[in-house]
């Protein structure tokens, strides 16, 4: 037997003429933090949404905890916990009746739902909060409450949709901290995230997905790893001028624009290949005011795989040059 608890075979979904789910397959180990890695609207909630039980299967096979999503889609609700991607929070509501309302709703006792809602709020620290009405907490707050309510259940897997969208950076790490500590205390956990920092920080493993499909999957290590190129950052006194010149050496796969500067993308060791580009730009009388090579990022497997940048407002459109012939 396999020891997949999220088992997920060729997946599509159809919203009208738009497919925005297009084949998509992959399984989650028990244990595991998996992520779903993508820009906006590249189908990440849809497929939550589906292995949920939220939307119905239209086309192929998805399996949680054992349960097939079509066939059990009670015993699959019974399975897991949700932190949607919009707050889901009744603004009139104490910390406190959020909880306990959640705990009735899935018909928890009432010792267990009152020893449940303690342990909870010590574990995302909100006990002084108990009693305060949720439209009085702040963002990270509110993200907190949800991952609670989502564990009131005890579930085996907890989906968390873009759980640190819109957070200042200080509260998403202490959100990626409780999302390790759930992890860590035995539930599977599923993300999705158009944050490159958070997929690399958080995930066991990753699904690149844009445009519907899943383009690539492994560990960050893995996947950063796996693109065989460092990344040398140049700023020079005639940048359009560097990209030009450098772009026609065998060794550079591609160059990026940057707001300064350009990134260079290097086939190999990049500790070998600098100092031959850099002699090479002196030669033709452009300064280097600055120099720095780097392992590829997620952002940088982001690039690759798309060819294009997640940004926060968006998707924009990279100046990446592919240098013809080299792939
Ligand atoms: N209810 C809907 N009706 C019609 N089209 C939809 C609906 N929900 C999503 N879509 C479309 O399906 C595609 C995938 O949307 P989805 O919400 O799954 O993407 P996402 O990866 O979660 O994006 P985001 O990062 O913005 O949350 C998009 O093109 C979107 O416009
Ligand atoms: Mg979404």
């Known amino acids: 037997m396999s020891d997949a608890i999220i088992e997920v075979r060729n997946l599509s979904h159809w919203y009208g003429h738009i497919k925005a789910v297009d084949s998509v397959q992959f399984e989650v180990k028990k244990g595991e933090i998996f992520s779903f ?16 039980t939220l939307l119905p299967i239209q086309h192929g096979e998805a399996r949680i905890a054992g349960y097939d ?7 699959v609700r019974d399975s897991i916990g949700i932190v ?18 959640h705990g009735r709703l899935y018909s928890m006792s009432k010792d267990s739902r009152r020893t449940r809602i303690d342990e909870l709020l ?4 909100l006990e002084a909060k108990r009693n305060t009405l949720t439209k009085h907490l702040s963002g990270g707050m509110k993200r907190r409450l949800e ?3 989502g564990l009131m259940t005890r579930p085996t897997i907890l989906f968390l949709d ?6 200042d950076p200080q509260t998403r790490l202490k959100t990626w901290e409780y999302i390790k500590m759930v992890n860590a205390d035995g539930t599977t956990i599923f993300l999705t995230t158009h944050y490159m920092d958070e997929a690399d920080h958080l995930s066991d493993r990753i699904s690149i997905i844009d445009r519907g499909k899943i383009i690539t999957s492994g560990t960050p290590w893995d996947l950063k790893n796996r693109l065989g190129e460092d990344v040398i950052y140049m700023e020079t006194t005639d940048d359009k001028r560097t990209e030009a010149l450098i772009g026609k050496e065998t060794e ?4 990026k624009r ?6 260079v993308m290097i086939q190999g060791d990049g500790t070998r290949v600098l100092p031959a580009l850099m002699e090479k730009v002196r030669e033709a009388g452009i300064g280097v005011e600055a120099v720095n090579l780097k392992k590829p990022s997620m952002d940088d497997v982001f690039v690759h795989y798309t060819g294009r940048q997640i940004r926060d407002e968006g998707l924009v459109q990279s100046v990446t040059k592919q240098v013809a012939g080299k792939e």
Request: charged share 30%.
């Open 252 to 255: 550079v796969r591609s160059i």
């Open 37 to 52: 890695l993508g820009p906006n609207g590249a189908g990440k909630s849809t497929v939550i949404n589906i292995l949920i």
């Open 147 to 149: 991952i609670a309510r």
């Open 69 to 75: 999503v079509a066939r059990d889609p009670e015993k």
């Open 122 to 125: 010590t574990l995302v620290e």
């Open 84 to 101: 949607f991607q919009e707050t889901t929070l009744d603004r009139d509501m104490t910390v406190y009746e959020i909880l306990e309302f």
């Open 162 to 167: 873009e759980p640190t969208l819109g957070l």
């Open 258 to 263: 940057k707001e300064r500067g350009i990134s």
